[in-house]
T-cell receptor
Framework: DAKTTQPPSMDCAEGRAANLPCNHSTISGNEYVYWYRQIHSQGPQYIIHGLKNNETNEMASLIITEDRKSSTLILPHATLRDTAVYYCIFNAGGTSYGKLTFGQGTILTVHP | SQTIHQWPATLVQPVGSPLSLECTVEGTSNPNLYWYRQAAGRGLQLLFYSIGIDQISSEVPQNLSASRPQDRQFILSSKKLLLSDSGFYLC????????????FGPGTRLTVT
């Protein structure tokens, strides 16, 4: 199984950057790193994905190390609405048919 | 735009009773469809995925089954519920050729008593 390691919980002050780390040392060359988040009692929401290069969209930035064994999701200006469980996942796509294996994730709590 | 619906939103069923959860997607064609379950305090577990009508794969052996009678309809069923079937059931879809993003429905919270 595609396995990632994330800290179980993190805190962040509102307005500050939230940096969520993820280790994926067993990732192979054709596997993408995905980040999703799940706000309490809702379905997960896609945030961002990347393969080798750093990526940025309207929600977040994704920094992937050169050896691709770890990555960091950055929420540049965290708000209270960003309090959620954040999941880091990797998947090869193609014949994997988009099968995503969700681990325990990181509970991010944003404080006023 | 695409939307995904699930119903019912909540369900309380006795042990041994049957189950039918429905998921429909609007605004897209030939989506990949997925059923996940999330037990209390746990991560999501993929149960079934489907790349087309009557093309369903099971990820975890259990007393649940899935069917896809129409292109954008995905049904999760059980003939006899167990206590361990309690959880939050989520349906998701992705574009058939684009596997990057999965879009999740609002979920069904099932309690088996």
């Amino acid at each position: 199984d595609a396995k990632t390691t994330q800290p179980p919980s993190m805190d962040c002050a509102e307005g500050r950057a939230a940096n969520l780390p993820c280790n994926h040392s067993t990732i192979s060359g054709n596997e993408y790193v995905y980040w999703y988040r799940q706000i309490h009692s809702q379905g997960p929401q896609y945030i961002i994905h990347g393969l080798k290069n750093n990526e940025t969209n309207e929600m977040a930035s994704l920094i992937i190390t050169e050896d691709r064994k770890s990555s960091t999701l950055i929420l540049p200006h965290a708000t209270l609405r960003d309090t959620a469980v954040y999941y880091c996942i990797f998947n090869a796509g193609g014949t994997s048919y988009g099968k995503l294996t969700f681990g325990q994730g990181t509970i991010l709590t944003v404080h006023p | 735009s695409q939307t995904i619906h699930q119903w019912p939103a909540t369900l309380v069923q006795p042990v041994g009773s049957p189950l039918s959860l429905e998921c429909t997607v609007e605004g897209t064609s030939n989506p990949n469809l997925y059923w996940y379950r999330q037990a209390a305090g746990r991560g999501l577990q993929l149960l079934f995925y489907s790349i087309g009508i009557d093309q369903i794969s099971s990820e975890v052996p259990q007393n649940l089954s899935a069917s896809r009678p129409q292109d954008r309809q995905f049904i999760l069923s059980s003939k006899k519920l167990l206590l361990s079937d309690s959880g939050f059931y989520l349906c998701a879809w992705s574009e058939g050729w684009k596997l990057v993003e999965q879009y999740f429905g609002p979920g069904t919270r099932l309690t088996v008593t």
